[in-house]
């Protein structure tokens, strides 16, 4: 594995290695030992184009953990924002040595376009690119579903999720598709009309514009963020009829099974998307999903970066 | 010009094996064997000769762009692919929606001397879409335009065009539509579908160009007016198109040569040499769109030659700007995915890459049948030698062409434009 | 290849070390256990059940996984992470005994000191391997030892536990030169 770029490049075992290295790696950092010597002598850059406190820092979390040395080229102020185009901050990358760098991007394929152009040797990983894929945050989600709702197996098979909101735009979304369904679960995709992409009747899962008639019967309900800017190109008229029929609250937190969870990537929007007591309740395992995104994110430069770079074999 | 050209051996559209005898610009002699010592001879053992091909969609950037190209460039990418006539698009900066500026692409083209450039008028000033430019004055011009075109925008304005439409019957001009509804292609990147779906990349439907065909059709049958549809790319258009002229109005299309051959999965790639507009769709729409070319709904290949500096295209596929080159590859794709394949004949091929555009262009010493006494504008070409597309060696200023590392059939041996070679390729 | 520690025997080196341990430590009630996984894993346990044996109750026993502090790395893919699971006592003021199957350059001891370094200070670690193959690259030696096998560097110790493999035996095979 050179690169994580998309979920659609990884195969149903190298997903399960990434889950079960950061399992021990969890353990390792519920452990005394909070810093591995690993990645020491590997600089990392965090290639943030846009505008990402989260992701960021648990990426600088997770390559810190491993002793690597860390750089952060965020967009504010720097020269990727004047207008420096991706060629040139690369090749800049490249001539100070970054051996990995994260990049987050408003443009959907930039961090394919960063791999393949062979502008920088080193290992991409893709923490966002527009509203393409954000693997790293579906690799969590999986992790954090397998570790709340095991079944034994070391798969999803057997779970039904539900991904509710704006799937049109969401690299969330399209990850986690990919993802999910390649280990074993059944995904429904819970949106307005407005907000599910052509083309969605070719994606492996089910459709249904209403919420209420599968919040009873998944596991899992992973809520994603509505972005405010989306109403002015009408998607749907107003906050509120948007949070009446597709937002969790008390009433819909209700009918969930008892052993089902509420997921959501953050940032959220408490009282658009969800509401305060649903992302508060015990069933949110909200914050699991950050403290798992250090260990995932650990695995990924782990795995990426610690051996050499023979592609596809391990041990 | 007082020279001969010998063209020796080739095969003529219809079939007939002949020499042919160019004297003084003109085609002097056909028959089967011309024993003459003429200044140049050309063998075109295993060729076909063919009219110089005419475009009638040619970005050539001058003035303004001239880091993508030129006129003197595009004239030589144009001879290089057989074309002995290119319409120059009016989106150049400034805008040609003037006599000023047409005149001005007319004498740079004719000072290159390579081929015919016919500029073509903007409908609108500054191509905004609101006033109508001096179509007049353009068409008095000693560019004599005919043909006019917002392209690269839509008009959009059903009143605007509408008058357009009227306006140009005067001259009987030709308004040439690039059917793109704004509103629905609002940031639009490639075309909306399965592919669109899975790269976050957002979505140019087909209905976005069907919409505004459907639209002008009516227009144009309503004013009694001619209309031309610019890179028609859907199977929905081409039924529109289909049912137009069944009922008599007058409506031409053109296709271009990597809407006949490339589709949206080439997006996946995320590689910006792939973006254009109209976008590339899918493979169902690739077929009826080769379908529509042989039957003739589709009049005529144009290529719709977009050059751009690679800064505009080493970037993210959003930040790209839309267009592919076309001029130096388009009659070896039309050999591979219209003659090849059977749709075409030679002698369609002539129709839709010389008679017909020459004939919607009233572009009258082009696109005559290769007879005694026509000018002499001729390609030849050799439909099974293959070669290889590399970005680094075309005659274009820029380097955006999407066949870059394929190996296409047919090699352009020579082009004789006016009764001189201006190209001569070398023999495989 | 041939058959150097029998089951009978490597279960009587087992025994041996296991009581050199109790005598070394006074007993079992300072002692952490920790093996490298993977055979020194189940070498660990079978000391940990022989201690509890002879003393009437249990020992502390886990395992160190070693993987993430190796200085070879780099030099093949990335390898699979093994369990580390340090027992209720942990490791601090502790006489740990690392436990692995075979020791050879030492690298891998070396790694499991870094490792068990950032879990905290025992008061002694000590080493107790199954085979003393020779070829040491660094300054590291075993103070328990169930055989001394010298070998050439090519050879290959391939040791085997039921729990694991269906026999116990070590055995001696010739490696390509």
């Known amino acids: ?315 | 010009m007082s020279s001969t050209i010998l063209v020796a051996g080739g095969e003529l559209p219809d079939g007939r094996k002949c020499d042919l005898l160019v004297t003084d610009g003109v085609i002097s002699e056909i028959s089967p064997k011309i024993d003459v010592k003429a200044e140049r001879t050309i063998n075109a053992k295993d060729c076909i000769v063919l009219p110089g091909l005419v475009d009638l969609h040619t970005h050539l950037r001058e003035p303004g762009k001239e880091d993508a190209e030129t006129v003197q460039s595009g004239s030589l990418a144009g001879v290089r692919g057989g074309f002995t006539a290119l319409s120059a698009m009016a989106n150049t900066s400034p805008v040609a929606d003037t006599a000023g500026v047409v005149e001005q692409v007319y004498r740079l083209g004719q000072s290159a001397g390579l081929l015919d450039v016919f500029p073509i008028g903007a409908v609108t000033r500054n191509l905004e879409g609101e006033h109508l430019a001096e179509i007049g004055a353009m068409a008095d011009s000693a560019a004599r335009v005919r043909i006019f075109s917002d392209d690269g925008h839509c008009v959009f304005d059903p009143l605007v065009m509408r008058r357009a439409l009227e306006y140009v019957k005067k001259f009987n001009g030709v308004v040439a539509q690039h059917a793109q509804e704004p509103r629905l292609t609002m940031g639009a990147q490639m075309n909306e579908g399965v592919v669109s779906s899975q790269l976050g990349l957002k979505g140019w439907p087909a209905i976005a160009e069907e919409a505004i065909i459907a639209r002008d059709i009516l227009l144009a049958d309503h004013v009694q007016a001619r209309l031309h549809i610019c890179h028609l790319t859907t199977a929905g258009g081409v039924e529109i198109i289909r049912w137009a002229k069944a009922r008599g109005i007058s409506v031409t299309a053109e296709v271009t040569p990597h809407h006949l051959l490339l589709t949206d999965e080439l997006a996946r790639s995320y590689d910006p040499v792939f973006k254009v507009n109209p976008p590339l769709r899918t493979e169902s729409d690739v077929m009826a769109l080769r379908e529509a070319l042989a039957d003739g709904t589709i009049d005529i290949v144009a290529t719709d030659h977009a050059p751009h500096p690679a800064e505009s295209k080493e970037c993210e596929w959003q930040e790209a700007s839309f267009g592919m080159l076309g001029l130096e590859t388009a009659l070896s794709i039309v050999n591979q995915t219209m003659v090849q394949s059977g749709l075409l004949t030679w002698s369609q091929v002539a129709d839709r890459m010389s008679y017909s555009p020459a004939r919607i262009g009233l572009y009258e010493e082009h696109g005559q049948e290769i007879a005694v006494g026509s000018k002499a504008h001729l390609t030849v070409m050799n439909p099974t030698a293959t070669y290889r597309v590399d970005r680094d060696l075309v005659a274009s200023r820029s380097r955006n062409t999407p066949f870059h590392g394929m190996e296409l059939p047919g090699t352009v041996l020579a082009t004789i434009f006016n009764g001189a070679v201006v190209f001569e390729g070398a023999r495989p | 290849m041939s058959l150097a520690l029998p089951a009978p025997d490597m279960d009587r080196a087992i025994t041996r070390i296991s009581h050199e341990i109790l005598e070394r430590n006074s007993g079992s009630d300072s002692i952490t256990l920790l093996g490298i996984p993977t055979r020194g894993a189940h070498l660990a346990a079978r000391i940990a059940s022989k201690i509890e044996a002879i003393e009437g109750r249990a020992a502390q026993c886990g395992t160190l996984d070693i993987t993430l502090h190796r200085d070879d790395l780099r030099l093949r893919p990335p390898r699979a992470l093994m369990p580390t699971t340090i027992p209720a006592l942990g490791v601090e003021d502790r006489n740990v005994i690392l436990v692995d199957d075979v020791l050879f350059s030492g690298r891998t001891i070396r790694a499991a000191l870094d490792a068990l370094g950032e879990i905290g200070r025992p008061r002694t670690v000590q080493l107790a391997v199954l085979v003393d193959r020779g070829h040491r690259q660094l300054p590291i030696r075993a103070d328990y030892v169930g055989k001394n096998l010298p070998t050439s560097p090519t050879q290959i110790i391939k040791v085997q536990f039921t729990e694991l493999d269906g026999v116990d035996a070590v055995s001696l095979e010739e490696g390509d030169k």
């Open chain 1, 1 to 315: 594995m050179r690169h994580l770029l998309s979920i659609s490049d990884l195969s149903r075992t190298e997903a399960l290695q990434i889950l079960n290295t950061a399992e021990e790696l969890a353990k390792v950092s519920d452990g005394p030992m909070k810093k591995l010597p690993t990645l020491r002598g590997r600089t990392i850059v965090n290639l943030f184009a846009e505008d990402s406190t989260r992701t960021r820092i648990s990426f600088e979390a997770a390559a810190k953990r491993l002793s690597a040395d860390v750089i952060n080229f965020s967009a504010k102020g720097s020269s990727v924002s004047k207008g420096e185009s991706l060629k040139d901050t690369a090749q800049t990358l490249q001539a100070m040595g970054a051996d990995a760098v994260i990049i987050r991007h408003s443009a959907s394929g930039s961090a394919q376009r960063l791999a393949d152009n062979q502008w920088m040797t080193g290992s991409v990983v893709n923490a966002g690119d527009g509203t393409h894929e954000h693997p790293s945050q579906a690799l969590l989600d999986a992790f954090t579903i397998r570790k709340n709702l095991a079944h034994g197996g070391d798969d999803l098979t057997g779970l039904h999720i539900a991904i509710v909101g704006d799937v049109l735009h969401s690299r969330v979304a399209r990850s986690n598709v990919l993802l999910l369904t390649k280990l074993g679960a059944k995904v429904t995709l819970v949106a307005p009309p407005t907000l599910l992409p052509v083309g969605i009747d070719s994606w492996p899962v089910s459709v249904t514009y209403d919420f209420d008639s599968v919040i009873g019967s998944v596991d899992a309900v992973m809520m994603l963020r509505i972005q405010m800017e989306r109403m002015s190109e009408m998607f749907f008229p107003n906050a509120r009829e948007y949070s009446r029929y597709f937002g969790l609250n008390r009433d819909r937190l209700k009918t969930m099974k008892p052993t089902a969870i509420v997921m959501h990537p953050g940032p959220m929007n408490r009282g658009l998307e969800i509401t305060a007591d649903s992302a508060d309740s015990a069933r949110s395992v909200i914050l699991e999903q950050v403290t798992n995104g250090v260990s995932v994110r650990m695995a990924i430069l782990y795995l990426l970066l610690a051996g050499s770079q023979e592609i596809g074999a391990s041990e």
